[in-house]
């Protein structure tokens, strides 16, 4: 899909989920992909390795360089940018900041206040999250600076602006879009961009199993609904070729600072998903009016695709931390 760049990626946390569909998404335009994760092999594939990763990325047309790494150890972060340097000769085009480690313990304390939970949810939540994304960004910077080029996109959510999945993951959320906006100011001088990038509603391994367990009754919740329906959902490989076309986009530089919604770019790029269709962005109309109407999912598409504005999101969020 697309011409082949050429680039040298980095993609933290890519054993399953959207660090693995980033991964394919740049093997499909023939990048040199160098994957991490914590777990070599698997013979579960819901579960996810480098391994599994590696091929689907060699099949989508590139090169996978699978490299065993617990981001939250900043030594083993250190020697794989190291090692990167010193194969690539001092060459890192883009780094992909999605290594997440409070997945499974997120899904655990769903519906749970803050006070209610273990005072070490923050630390699962953003150790391996924004904290790594921080160090990761300090050693790709390093490699990047020598060549004055470079694009670091780190992975948000819509987390970042309203109310999920509580106050740890959304307080990350926002901070990972700060991180990526005051990076942006410190990186402009030396020609290295600075994106937020937001994917809609994604169908991991981890989704599919959170709506397999949502009861049938529960559904008259519109947010449950979109889980049990997966209403408007984007594969992860959606996010991969949103950012593969970021990556090849000779402008980059005046999106610096941005958060960048995968819909949008999809949309902007004539970008499809894997299975041919193209999800909406979750602040389209085509979107919120029919999840605010049961039964009119199947009418979406006669509903304009028309964004509402940001400064009307920021003013909601005022009025309401509800989604």
């Not at 914590?38 to 090169?63: I, M, P, Y």
């Not at 313990?105 to 519906?111: A, D, H, I, M, Y």
């Not at 041919?276 to 009418?299: I, M």
Request: charged residues 20%; hydrophobic residues 40%.
């Amino acid at each position: 899909m697309g011409a082949h760049i050429g680039k040298i990626a980095l993609v933290t946390g890519a054993t399953r989920g959207i660090g693995k569909g980033i991964a394919i998404g740049l093997g499909e335009v023939g990048a040199t992909v160098y994957i991490t994760g914590r777990t070599r092999e698997s013979s579960d594939e819901n579960s996810g390795s480098l391994n599994q990763t590696k091929l689907a990325v060699e099949q989508a047309g590139g090169r996978c360089i699978p490299v065993q790494v617990d981001h939250s150890n900043d030594e083993q972060v250190r020697l794989l940018f190291q090692r990167i340097d010193d194969e690539q000769k001092g060459q890192l085009d883009l780094l992909v900041n999605n290594a997440f480690s409070g997945v499974s313990l997120l899904s655990q304390t769903q519906g749970e206040p803050f006070w209610n939970c273990d005072i070490g949810l923050w630390d699962a939540v953003n150790n391996v999250g924004l904290r790594s994304h921080y160090v990761a960004s300090i050693f790709a910077t390093r490699i990047m600076k020598k060549r004055q080029q470079g694009l670091i996109c780190t992975i948000s959510s819509w987390g970042g602006l309203s109310y999920i999945f509580g106050v740890a993951y959304g307080a990350g959320k926002s901070a990972c879009d700060r991180l990526a906006a005051d990076m942006a100011v410190e990186l402009k001088s030396h020609n290295i961009a600075s994106l937020s990038i937001w994917p809609g509603i994604v169908g991991t391994e981890t989704f599919l199993t959170i709506a397999q367990k949502i009861p049938e009754e529960n559904t008259e919740n519109r947010i449950s609904r979109i889980f049990v329906e997966q209403y408007n959902w984007e594969t992860p490989l959606l996010a991969g070729r949103a950012i593969a076309a970021l990556a090849q986009e000779s402008e980059i530089m005046k999106l610096s600072g941005k958060v960048m919604i995968v819909a949008e770019v999809a949309k902007k790029y004539g970008l499809v998903d894997r299975d041919g269709n193209l999800p909406v962005s979750l602040r389209s109309l085509r979107f919120l009016v029919p999840l605010g109407v049961p039964g009119l999912q199947k009418y979406a598409h006669l509903i304009p695709d028309i964004k509402i504005p940001w400064f009307f999101l920021l003013l909601s969020r005022l009025q309401s931390p509800k989604i």
